[in-house]
């Protein structure tokens, strides 16, 4: 029987280490054997790795030549975007998020939604078989069903600072490790 290969994308490894690693697990039970690394490692490192599954973490423009180089080495490329829990509409995350020149490349799209869903459907008609409304797994881990993942990290916050309320939020452009200014940069040259 041929090995089964799930290669997995990271950009922020804080942010996505955990929910993949419920992907990992669940690609183990069903017999894949999993490599992870940022998409600047695989890319310079396909031609090493055995084929596989690509799960990436965006398919936008500046995301084309990893697509491509994946898939020159004979990888199937799936997309779950890390960007598409929170964003400024549905518009801007179908314009900016994927495009015809991407989406060829993949053979799924999984999504944070059913309205996202309806939306790329939209936009894309003649893709809509790969688009998928899956969830996310990061959003899995603020279940009841994890409770005890969190349970240590809860416990001293709540030692320290008593009773309290978890509001995850994204304000990227506000507090991008870059600083301001470089984020600033950064949107006008991607968004024109």
């Known amino acids: 029987m041929k090995e089964k290969w799930l290669l997995i994308s990271l950009e922020i490894f804080h942010?996505?280490?955990?929910?993949?690693?419920?992907?990992?697990?669940?690609?183990?039970?069903n017999n894949y054997k999993c490599i992870i690394g940022s998409r600047q490692?695989?890319?310079?490192?396909?031609?090493?790795?055995?084929?596989?599954?690509?799960?990436c973490k965006s398919a936008s423009n500046i995301d084309k030549i990893y697509l491509d180089y994946a898939k020159r080495f004979g990888n199937e490329i799936v997309c779950l975007d890390e960007e598409g829990f929170v964003e400024s509409s549905l518009d801007h995350l179908v314009k900016y998020r994927l495009n015809i020149d991407t989406i060829k490349y993949l053979k799924k799209y999984f999504l944070w939604g059913n309205n996202q869903k309806l939306a790329f459907e939209k936009a894309y008609p003649t893709h809509k078989k790969i688009f998928i409304n899956s969830g996310n797994p990061r959003v899995d881990l603020w279940t009841n069903n994890f409770l005890n993942f969190y349970g240590n990290v809860f416990n001293e916050i709540k030692k320290k600072y008593g009773s309290f309320i978890l509001i995850p939020t994204s304000f990227s452009p506000a507090n991008h490790y870059y600083g301001p200014q470089k984020r600033l940069n950064m949107f006008s040259n991607i968004y024109s």
Not at 15 to 28: F, M, Q, V
């Open 41 to 55: 490692a695989f890319f310079k490192n396909f031609k090493f790795l055995p084929n596989g599954i690509f799960l």
């Open 15 to 29: 942010r996505e280490i955990y929910g993949k690693s419920l992907i990992i697990s669940e690609a183990l039970k």
